[in-house]
RNA sequence: GGCCCGUUCGUCUAAGGGUUAGGACACCACCCUUUCACGGUGGUGAUACGAGUUCGAAUCUCGUACGGGCUACCA
């Protein structure tokens, strides 16, 4: 790492040389276990919206070397949620690319060599110990052959390694004969003893480690599929990744890919790096039991787990806006240094910058999150909905026929709505006289003088020769005040005549939007209720 | 247990040695509105603790406490 001259360590001047001399290329590797959830949707988010700030590549690669723990349909699940988000990369499985393939398992045949390169300088070794000797051995060191919460785990590292069975211990000849014969192995990376292996994070500075204290981590595995420690170096170079973003959780393998980044392909290779903070639950790190346990989702979409049958409510379902999701997203863990928080994506790609990106996680708070879906209802035009209001009202048995009616409708009910859902309730009854009215707000204080009083305006509505808000309120007023009862006292019949309930825009707009006719056999249906 | 990361209102955060420690969500009050919201005005509310450096510390250093992550042939 260094800068063009070469002779000043400054972070900063590396960086922006680095920015200069090659092109941004990221990359985000999920693996297909399970639906994406907040945190991995908001990496991808950093991820995309870096790459797209340096008019640079966003690669997908898929993470599926871990058979036991692949579910079929979550790669394309993946995409889906990239393609919700707006968030879609220039190269993928889906996308294609020069760099392909991009699915680890059809890489298989191209980390062995690494691997074995590593062995014969010396980096790394073939390990042919069985799950029951691994176990024999993290048990050994326990005092009094006992188990304790202080004491519980032991790693295959340096102390240990030269008790094993592997090709650092076994003369070679053995060691010949057992790969020869097919024996089951590992290749482990030989962690080297009183190193120091530090880098600079993008976001927290530098952070170091004493190899002395890292595990010899497995780099291939007993059915020749990389670990991810390996994959993750490996695919990185030769798919030319300049900027490598992953959640904090990685922070801890950074000195084994450091090292491997040295061995193979030398450091001054090595992408910039950024770890991003955790997002946290209510109790913790977030997980999918929190979305079910405190009512808020935790997945960008649902998620119906073939395995298990069992479904995750998504944000999209929940009835969030794409632009409002990766929004709130956006600003767990960032902002922009002023006061704005409404961002539309064009806007976050022109600000983000990683050097503000906290490094402290950040707990999840639904109602802020709602919040922000709201204030993107508020913002969108009529057209930028009628699609999605039209297929929630079409679920719920609700068909439009008048698109101009439904355009009105949309304006005048949108910035009482806080999640898409909230416009069955907010419109239905503008397309379908209330099946149930709330009696009960009207009856205690209903008369024969509001009575009178709604059969007189019914007269007055069908000769009216204006149709509008004002005239509509002042006919009624007058008339009101003629009978000599208060308005107000009137205005609540009247929208539960035409509602059915206490909800809704002002009363004389819903009236407008009605017309005429409909206004006038609602009021009459009402009164035949009421009594 | 070991290693790593972190710690400003309840929550998300601003403040890069000098501010009455600012904003947003939530909450409370008032205004607007005789529905519910939106909107407007105001309010409650924070630098984890202890040392040190400094004329001056939320900010720099150290220690303590607390929180989180990792410690798999998972990613």
């Not at 990683?354 to 035009?381: C, I, P, Q, T």
């Amino acid at each position: 790492m260094s800068c063009l001259l070469g002779l000043v360590p400054c972070p900063i001047i590396n960086y922006l040389c680095s920015l200069m001399s090659k092109r941004v290329r990221v990359r985000f590797a999920p693996s297909p276990t399970g639906g994406l959830h907040l945190g991995g949707v908001r990496t991808v988010l950093y991820n995309y919206l870096f790459a797209k700030k340096y008019n640079g590549d966003f690669l997908v690669r898929v993470e599926d070397t871990d058979q036991s723990r692949y579910v079929a349909g979550a790669e394309k699940y993946i995409f889906d949620t990239l393609k919700w988000c707006g968030l879609e990369p220039d190269e993928s499985v889906e996308h294609g690319g020069e760099y392909g393939p991009y699915r680890q398992s059809e890489r298989k045949a191209g980390y062995r060599p690494y691997a074995e390169q590593l062995i014969k300088d010396g980096h790394a070794y073939y390990a042919f110990d069985t799950p029951e000797e691994l176990e024999k051995m993290r048990q050994a060191p326990i005092v009094n052959g006992v188990k304790t919460e202080q004491n519980h785990s032991h790693q295959y590292d340096h102390t240990v390694r030269l008790k094993m069975r592997n090709s650092l211990t076994l003369p070679t000849e053995e060691t010949n004969a057992l790969l020869a014969a097919g024996t089951k192995h590992v290749i482990r990376i030989k962690m080297p003893e009183n190193e120091t292996a530090s880098f600079t994070d993008m976001i927290r500075g530098e952070v170091s480690f004493d190899t002395s204290l890292v595990d010899d981590k497995v780099l291939l595995k007993a059915d020749g599929m990389p670990t991810y420690h390996l994959a993750v170096v490996v695919d990185d170079y030769l798919m030319k990744i300049s900027h490598a973003f992953r959640g904090e959780e990685w922070l801890p393998s950074a000195p084994v890919h450091i090292l491997l980044w040295k061995y193979l392909f030398g450091l001054e290779h090595m992408p910039q790096w950024a770890h991003f903070p955790l997002i946290l639950g209510p109790t913790g790190k977030l997980s999918k039991r929190d979305g079910s346990k405190y009512g808020f989702p935790v997945f960008a979409m649902n998620w119906n787990d073939p395995n298990t049958n069992e479904l995750t409510e998504g944000f999209k379902e929940k009835g969030f806006l794409p632009e409002a999701f990766i929004n709130l997203l956006a600003l767990l863990g960032w902002n922009d240094g002023t006061e704005q928080e409404i961002f539309t994506k064009e806007e976050l790609i022109e600000k983000f910058s990683m050097e503000r990106v906290h490094s402290a996680g950040a707990k999840f708070d639904y109602e802020k999150a709602k919040w922000f879906n709201h204030e993107w209802l508020k913002k969108f035009d009529v057209p930028d909905l009628r699609f999605e209001v039209k297929r929630l009202l079409k679920q719920n048995g609700i068909t439009v026929s008048d698109n101009v009616l439904f355009d009105n409708v949309i304006e005048a009910v949108k910035d009482r709505c806080v999640l898409l859902p909230d416009f069955v309730q907010q419109s239905s009854f503008f397309f379908k006289a209330p099946e149930t009215l709330d009696i009960e707000a009207v009856k205690p204080k209903w008369n024969d003088d509001k009575k009178n009083f709604f059969i007189a305006y019914m007269e007055k509505l069908a000769s009216a020769t204006e149709w509008n808000v004002l005239a509509l309120e002042n006919s009624f007023k007058e008339l009101a005040t003629g009978k000599g009862i208060k308005p107000g006292e009137l205005q609540l019949p009247f929208r539960i005549m035409l509602v059915g309930g206490k909800f809704g825009p002002p009363v004389f707009k819903i009236a407008e939007l009605l017309g005429v006719k409909e206004t006038i056999a609602r009021i009459q249906t009402a009164i035949n209720l009421f009594g």
